[in-house]
Structures are given as structure tokens and as C-alpha cells.
């Protein structure tokens, strides 16, 4: 092992400076400008930047002296320089209140004493005492830097334990009181700023991170946002669960009141914050989010007189995200993976594999009943089987105890089956969401509006005008919600309302159609404009002197071309309704409505051109709109607009990172991005597209994360508690699954990209609750854990669900034969795949490398024979308005072979007349 270190007090670098445009959200708001200077500068000149450098098997790091704090932790994998530590930012965060890891939080209190104290390294700096301990790279007594009065000696250590780096905390009690401590946080600081750097830069130098709050199983895992290795992994060492993750958000006055702490970095659209992690939290759990369930039971732990604990984190390096369990299992950690993941609804079975060097004692759960846990079985290669499957609805905790005392929790979120989920939601929508009111001022009516479940009522007005406005994201997301949940389950009564709205609110409030230099999509219905309205139609308790309240000119604004996806993805669903059932539409033909959907695409590239420079979220639709017009021999308007299309695309193709956005990073464009790069051949773009979801997209042993694709500002824009807090599975999360999805069913063996996509598909039906309503997302810090109480932008979040729906059956080599998003069975050599999915209109046999898909119809069940490769897919009874089946049949795998069927073709699909009984086809495989 080669260790080193030297003193450095200078050193010069580069710093690459970007502007950022923040002149107020949506409509040309945040953008990233492409203007970028460098600077030589000197970044560590200051005498309390002076730092010590060191080498060890896996890193180059440096602390400060001063506080021997992390200043840079560069892994030696990654030959390009990059740092995991905001090393670039370090003279600007010298000062107090800036954190930096190898920092420690503190709430403590004399056992029997009611108030807790609160203690930390950060509020206020000073030097640390340095001690000399053999083995270590650096050893510090930081007592005194944690603030007068601590009843309590703290030793830190900086090591290189079997060839890992080890930071550790003695904390020994030297008095004669034991010592309660209900707040013990480990600051977790990386470099997730994106601040003032350019999207290429940002990239290349910053991270994201997510928690496994897992207890003794816990890690956290730090990703690059280009996707490429090395991943870092922050593993606990004994006696440090990682119990909860905390925020760092604030200081704790004298006088014991609460303040907001301002970070020398502002926490914005470009920096989410840094996190505390929780080895006890009940400090703050009893009195700071008093009353709110958190992922695991908070705990404190005692400290007698005399007596001492030691905790800690080792930094484990991964070659790459998808190596993330090998590598934990290598390090000796217990590692969980559910299949098909952590949502189960109630008629969907679920397994839970886990790998342990330790045996499993016991298994609970919490709420007790809300899930049915099988007994273990043995699989292979040191793994064991739970069958899991979900009774009671809601957050489940499932808690496995080892033989050493060790504990691993796995978080759980059990539904109704999907269908119901969402037949639910579509009657609320069209019930509680439905809106009549012909005296209406901005004539609304009718229509879907957004929904207040706090309130349990419409939102007729808001300062963000856009959310009672019927357009943006926030305003369009509860209408989009409700068709999109029409493409895949069509409720007559649901469709014929949809048609009311889309006939006169949509076509003649929010779509401008009256002449061609009309034709387009307005920002908002709703405006502020006192003057010209009738005296008290605006509430006066709302604040109306904000931008937000955008005034009858900015509202009817027809270029912000993010508006037009959801426009075009309604009048899409109406030609597909129209299109391939019998009397679902009745408002317009079918051709009516494929024109408009081809006529909104066009208008969103003419008149909201400078936003199409970037990806749309649902911009994924648009391919959809194009290979229908093909299909239906449109060939003028194809041409039109995949001409369009091709001019972004060939942009995109000579970027390095194409996912710019209004917003300075976001991970709205991806979709886009990916699906016409692969439109157009571009595979290069589509992998590198591919690589960077996978770097917010984390595959983690919790049903809030799992396929949680970033997010953290849109709470601000279409929420009702309003702040910068990471959202779990917000719209993101669905819309980055169907490109994972589509790049799985080119590479089947990549089970990374299943996971990930499975997670952030079902992650969509989490936010709708057990009447209907669906939530923007998640809450995910400690004070408030619950969905939010708006519908606000949710409907992009079904979008994404409703077009990637699907069953896929696996053959995985080490759990074998599995169903995501639906149950399977093996009986004399076939393994039969029951869809449980919320469409069952798709099945994809990964094996066969086959994918299934219905324009109209349903499966029941699709049998797989692996020996020979015969497919047996057997559809529904037809309905009312669905007498005929479409079924498209397509190879998406080199090696898979081209399957037929003995059935007449239209438009590329096999047609199949359906009957009072189920309708059973038979596929095979073509001979090379």
C-alpha cells in the first residue's frame, strides 16, 4: 500500500465560470447561457486553505489543517481529474456555517433533562487539536470545535483500514451524567453544485447522491452526471445505521428558537443542498417533525458515564453504476434487490433476493400485515428468496435481523392492483377535477382543473396563474392526466367529457387555432389583468405583485414550446381512440385529430422555436405523432415534420451533452433526446443519453428512490408546499423509464436499465392516493414525508406512465424466471407471463428478444416456450367499442428471430376479429 501526504498552500487551477439567466421561472426563465470564460486563479492561497495532501490505494485527498475536513477526494480510477468533493468552491466555503465532510451534527441533552442542545463543527469554526495516533493519516481531538459547553470528548480519525479509507468519531463521555444523544448527523458534502457551470462542465465535475436509508445496510452511493465511473459508495462502519437523511437547512439559536441558515451556496434551481447522515434522528423526530412517520424508527443512543462509541464511514469505489451490489457484496455488505421492485400492488407477486455474509435471524414488518413475507429459500451464489406480496395499502417496512444483531430495512409502498389505481383516478378526475361553470371570467369551463386535496377542492386561482390557468405544467397536468389514462382504459363517460373540454376549451382557449399565425398554444388561460376585469374576480388574499402573476399579454404568449407536448399528446390519444375503436370519439373524426396533433408539432417548432433547441418533456409523443402519420400515409405532413425533427437532431448530434432546458440542468429532455437519436441512427447521442439517466435514476432497496429520477425545484412551480427539496417521483421519474425501457428491450441482458425503468413506471401510481387524487410527488424531507397537496404538474408523470405500461418476462441468470409487471408460472417446459400491468396492451419476451404490442385489445396471458420459441398470446373478449384487435409484432434483438403470425396485416398490424371468449394466437419463429 503506498501512502503519502505533503503540505500545499497554493495551488493553481482552473475555473470554469457560466452565466445563468435567472430571471424568474417558466418562459424563457433559467436558462443556461452558452457564454463561458476561464480564469486562472488561486484557488487554496489563504493561510486557513493551507491543506495536506494524501495518497491512498483509491484516492488522491486532502484536508484542511486547520479542521482537517475534506477539502478534495479525487479517485485514481478517473483519469480526467475529476473530484467527488466541491474542491473548486473551497475558499468560498471556509467560513461558518459551510459545510465539509468529516464535519459532525449534535443534538444531545442529559438523560432526564427535557431540552436537547445542539451542537456542530461547522456553525463555527475554529481549530481542531491535532493528536498523534499510530495508523492514521491524520487524528484530531474536535471537542472544542463542536462549541462551548459539550459535556462530551470527540475524537476524529482519517485512516486506511484493508486498503479503504475510514473516517471515524470517538465519542466518550467524561462526566459523571449519562448522556442522551437523539441528533448524531454525518455531514454527506459532494459536489452536486451545478452553480455557475456550463452544461458540458457540469457534467464532466458534478455529482448526485441518494440514500439507502437502510440502517446497518445502509449506504450512500454518489454518481457522476455523465454516468461514467468511478461511483463512490459511503458505507457505514459499526454502531452507525443510517437511520434517516436529513437536510441541512438550519441552526438552532441560544435561546433554543429555530433560524434559517444560509449556506454560502444558495440553494436554487442549480444546488439542491447537502445532507446530514442520521445514526439518531429522535432528537429531532420529537420535537422538530413531531408527529410524522419516518423511513425508519428514530433512535438515540446513551452514553453512561466513562463510556464511549465509536462510528464511521468507509469510501468504497465502484467501477461503475451498474456494479454498485457487486461491489457492496465484495465489501462484505448485505445487499437486498427486489424483483420486479418496491411498489406491489395487491395482485401482483413480488421476491426479494438477499446476499449476506451473515444468515437472516428474523424478518418483520411494519405495519404489521401490510405485507406477507414467504419463507426464505436458497437460489444461488449466496443469495436467498422471500416471495413478497402486499395486503395492506400504504408505506410498509420490512426489517431483516441478522445473526450478529445487524439490521437491514427495506421500504415498501403496497397499491391497489394498477387498474383500479387508475380507474380511480380517472373518476376522480372527471368527478371531484371536472369543472362547469359557463360564467366562468377566463373561460375555463369546461374543463379538468387542477385540485387542492387539503382543501378537497377545484383551484380556481393562484398567483401562479399558470396552475388555474389550464396550461404550463402545472395548469395542464390534471386534463393531460385524464386523457392519457383514456389510451390504454377508455371509459366512455370519461372520453365524451375529455371531448366537451378538448372541442371547446382546449381548441378554442388554450390552442389558439383562428389563422395561421394564430396557431399555437397559450402560457396560461388565467391571467392578471385587475384593470380590465370585473371588480372582485381576483381573491385579495392572494399576493399578486409577484412575476408569476403573469399579466393578459404574458399569458396569451404562445412561445414557451414546452406547452405544446401535452396539447399534442391529447389530440394523439383522440386520433388513437378514434382510430382503432368504434364510437369512443363522437366530437371530430379521427383524421380531424391527427391533423391537429400534426399541426400543434409544426406550430410548436414555428412559433416556440427557441426551446426546441432542447428536449420536451413528453417530447417522446412527438415521435409517436410521426410514425402515425406514416402509417396512415400522410406523407406531407411526415416529411414536414420529420424534417423539423431532423434539424434538432442534428444539433443534438454535435453536442457532447444535448440536455439543456429552461431550467440551468433538468432531467425533463432526456426522453427526447434519446428517442430521436434513435429515431435517426444516432446511437452514439442515445448512449450517452442512456449513461446520464442512469446517473439520477438510482436502483435502491426503497420504493421512494428506486427509479426516482432527479428532481428538486418544481414544489416552487406546481406544488403546494413550496420549496427546493428533492421530490420523489415527480414526472421525471416516468418520463426517463421509457427510453431505459426502450434501450433494455435492445439489450436485454442489461438488467440495470429494467430496474431503474420499472421503478420510475411504477413509481407514477405512488402519488395517487386510495380515492383518485394524485399528488405532484413525494416529500421527501424528514418534517413532512407526505405526498403534496396539489395535483399540479402530475399528469406529465402519467403521460409517461401511460405509454410505457408493460409486462416484460425475464430469465435472469442468477434469480431466473421473472415477471415485471406481471405474475408467472412454469408448468412442463412453458413459462406462462399474466399481465398485471395498468394497460396490458404490451409484453416484451426478453429471451425472444420479442415485443408485443396491442393498438386495441387486451392479454390475458403470453406463454413462452424457451425450447422451441413458440409464443401463445391469448386477448380478452372484445367490448362494446372494441370488436377488433391490432397486434404489432417486432424484434428488437439482433439475434432475435422475426416471429409470424397467420392473420391479415393493416397498417403494420395484425388484425384479429374478437369474440364473446378469449382469442388465443399462436407465434413462431421464423427458420434462419
Known sequence: MTLRSSSVSRRSSLLVLATVLLTGAMGGSFALTAAAETAAISPWSSPDAEVQVFETPDFMLSLQ?????????????????????????????????????????????????????????????????????????????????????????????????????VLRYTLRNPGKTAIEIGGLGLPMVFDNIITGRHLDDAHETASFYDPYVGKDAGYLQVNRLNGAGPSLLVLPEKNTPFELYKPILNERNADKSLKIYNDPEQRNMTFEGFYDWMVASKGFADTDWKGIQQWNAPSSLVLKAGESRTIGVRFVLSPS????????????????????????????????????????????????????????????????????????????????????????????????????????????????????????????????????????????????????????????????ATIMKQLDNPKPDEVAKFERFADTTLWGQIQTPDGADKYGVRKSVMFYDPKTMPEGTYDPKLKWDVWSAWDREGAADLGRSYNYPHVAAAWWTLYRLGRYHDGLTKAETWQTYLTRAAETTKAMMTKAPYYTQFGQMEGDVFVYILEDLKREGYSAEATEIETMMKARADIWKTLKYPFGSEMPWDSTGQAEVYMWSRYFGDDKAADTTREVILAYDPTIPHWGYNGSARRFWDFLYAGKQSRIERQLHHYGSSLNAVPLFDAYRANPKDYQLLRAAYGGLMGSLTNIDSEGFASAAFHSFPDAMHWDGMSGDYGMSFFGHAVAASSYLVDHPTFGWAGFGGNVTEANGVVTLMPKDSART???????????????????????????????????????????????????????????????????????????????????????
Open 321 to 480: 453504476v451498474r456494479e454498485i451490489e457487486t461491489t457492496l457484496i465484495q465489501n462484505g455488505r448485505p445487499v437486498a434487490v427486489g424483483l420486479p421492485g418496491y411498489v406491489v400492488p395487491t395482485d401482483m407477486n413480488a421476491e426479494l433476493f438477499v446476499h449476506s455474509a451473515q444468515a437472516v435471524k428474523s424478518v418483520s414488518i411494519y405495519p404489521e400485515g401490510a405485507l406477507e413475507v414467504g419463507a426464505s429459500q436458497k437460489v444461488k451464489d449466496g443469495w436467498v428468496k422471500y416471495a413478497v406480496n402486499g395486503k395492506a395499502e400504504g408505506r410498509a417496512r420490512m426489517t431483516l435481523t441478522y445473526a450478529d444483531g445487524s439490521v437491514q430495512t427495506v421500504h415498501y409502498l403496497v397499491t391497489k392492483p394498477e387498474r383500479e389505481v387508475v380507474a380511480d383516478m380517472g373518476h376522480f378526475l372527471t368527478t371531484k377535477q371536472w369543472y362547469e361553470n359557463p360564467s366562468d371570467p377566463f373561460k375555463r369551463s369546461p374543463s379538468i382543473m387542477g385540485y387542492d386535496r387539503d382543501k378537497n377542492e377545484i383551484i380556481t386561482q393562484d398567483n401562479r396563474v399558470w396552475i388555474s390557468g389550464l396550461s404550463d405544467e402545472g395548469g395542464a397536468g390534471s386534463w393531460l
Open 842 to 928: 404490451r409484453v416484451f419476451i426478453a429471451p425472444a428478444g420479442l415485443w408485443l404490442t396491442l393498438d386495441a385489445g387486451k392479454f390475458t396471458q403470453v406463454a413462452y416456450d424457451p425450447a422451441t420459441g413458440k409464443v401463445t398470446a391469448t386477448l380478452a373478449p372484445s367490448d362494446a367499442y372494441t370488436p377488433t384487435a391490432y397486434l404489432n409484432v417486432k424484434t428488437t434483438t439482433a439475434e432475435g428471430k422475426a416471429y409470424v403470425l397467420n392473420a391479415p396485416q393493416e397498417r403494420g398490424a395484425y388484425t384479429v376479429k374478437l369474440g364473446a371468449n378469449d382469442t388465443t394466437l399462436e407465434l413462431t419463429p421464423k427458420a434462419n
Open 65 to 165: 489543517q486547520t479542521s482537517q475536513t475534506l477539502v478534495s477526494l479525487a479517485p485514481k480510477a478517473a483519469k480526467d481529474g475529476f473530484d467527488f468533493a466541491p474542491s473548486g468552491r473551497f475558499t468560498q466555503r471556509l467560513g461558518d456555517g459551510a459545510y465539509r465532510i468529516g464535519d459532525l451534527d449534535l443534538r444531545l441533552r442529559s438523560v432526564g433533562a427535557a431540552d436537547w442542545q445542539d451542537y456542530s463543527t461547522a456553525f463555527k469554526r475554529s481549530k481542531v487539536t491535532p493528536l498523534k495516533v499510530k495508523g492514521t493519516l491524520a487524528a484530531a481531538d474536535i471537542t472544542h470545535s463542536l462549541g462551548a459547553g459539550l459535556p462530551l470528548k470527540v475524537t476524529r480519525t482519517w485512516s486506511v483500514i484493508e486498503g479503504k479509507l
